[in-house]
């Protein structure tokens, strides 16, 4: 994905699932434009689904649906941008293999999708298609997601973790999934956060 100083949005590459945003499902090896998208201020790529944030704080998405990662409602995919449920002042995204994240304006965060290893940080490992608070996170700045673990960090320098742990890509001291968020061991004055499949930077 692109993003023009004209708010506009460019994709290109694989296409199956509709992850471009042309309409269409054929690959693309050039970049083509996101239909309808304007006014947007940032983007996120997962595995198969795409995110846009528009400068008046709602949250788009388009491609692969089947966990609900679209955060619509439904589990179906699209090839044209639709609008995340019930999100609002919204000021970054981060896009897993199959799950969204979202920070809003009052430092909460937000996510939505499949959530088999606590990635949507609800206290539950349950799926939802609609976007779920992540627990305990009251100042944050930013999100990343990785496959599926996801990373928050703190107004204060602090980073927080959720989800998978199997390589330790919590950064907690152990090899335990966890749910809810825990404090990255050792980080108490980040300013920046990037989450691989199964690492944490």
């Known amino acids: 994905l692109a993003l023009k100083a004209d708010g506009t949005v460019w994709a290109w ?81 981060a896009a897993g293999s199959y799950h969204s994240l979202a920070r809003k304006a009052d430092g909460t965060g937000w996510a939505w999708g499949w959530n088999g290893s606590g990635q949507l940080g609800d206290d539950t490992l349950n799926p939802s298609n609609v976007p779920v608070q992540v627990l305990g996170l009251t100042n944050i700045t930013t999100v990343a997601a990785g496959h599926e673990h996801s990373l928050a960090l703190g107004s204060d320098g602090t980073v927080w973790a959720w989800g998978a742990n199997n390589r330790g890509q919590l950064g907690d001291g152990t090899t335990m999934p966890s749910a809810v968020p825990v404090e990255v061991a050792g980080l108490p004055t980040a300013s920046a956060i990037s989450a691989g499949n199964w690492h944490s930077m």
């Not at 309808?36 to 940032?42: C, D, E, P, R, T």
């Not at 179906?76 to 019930?86: K, W």
């Open 13 to 93: 590459g694989g296409n199956a699932n509709g992850q471009v945003g042309d309409g269409s499902n054929s690959d693309r090896n050039v970049p083509v434009q996101v239909s309808s998208l304007s006014g947007v201020v940032a983007v996120a790529a997962g595995a198969l689904h795409s995110l846009a944030v528009k400068s008046n704080g709602t949250v788009w998405a388009w491609g692969h649906g089947g966990y609900g990662e679209l955060g619509n409602g439904s589990a179906l995919d699209r090839n044209v941008p639709v609008q995340v449920s019930g999100l609002s002042g919204v000021t970054a995204v």
